[in-house]
């Protein structure tokens, strides 16, 4: 049985992160649960992404709640991104390039 898997983000998956996660979990586009709404703590997160019957998140927000999530046994994913050139970027914040390197499974922040 496939995993069901929840992008918490407000952000759209980039090509490399959908590469990974097809690659982790053999999951297309069409099978990854996107949450974009925002939330009020890490409780009304775990909330939701156990309504939806989820196995893994995919987490992209404040360290407190990813702080909070790990203390209630939930242990998401996060991207790891580097600083790249704006000519090599995924996408730029602030003026800044990034480039996804990997999803990382969190225990403790």
Not at 18 to 38: Q, R, V
């Amino acid at each position: 049985m496939a995993k069901k898997v929840l992008w918490l983000s407000q952000h759209q998956l980039t090509p490399r992160q959908l590469a990974a996660i097809k690659k982790k979990w053999g999951l297309n586009p069409d099978e990854i649960g996107h949450d974009i709404d925002p939330f009020l703590n890490a409780r009304e997160v775990a909330r939701r992404f156990q309504e939806g019957g989820y196995d893994e998140l995919i987490f992209v927000g404040p360290e407190s709640v990813l702080r909070h999530l790990c203390e209630q046994g939930l242990y998401p994913y996060v991207a790891v991104v580097e600083e790249v050139p704006r000519a090599q970027a995924e996408w730029r914040v602030h003026g800044q390039g990034y480039r996804f390197v990997a999803f990382e499974k969190v225990r403790r922040v």
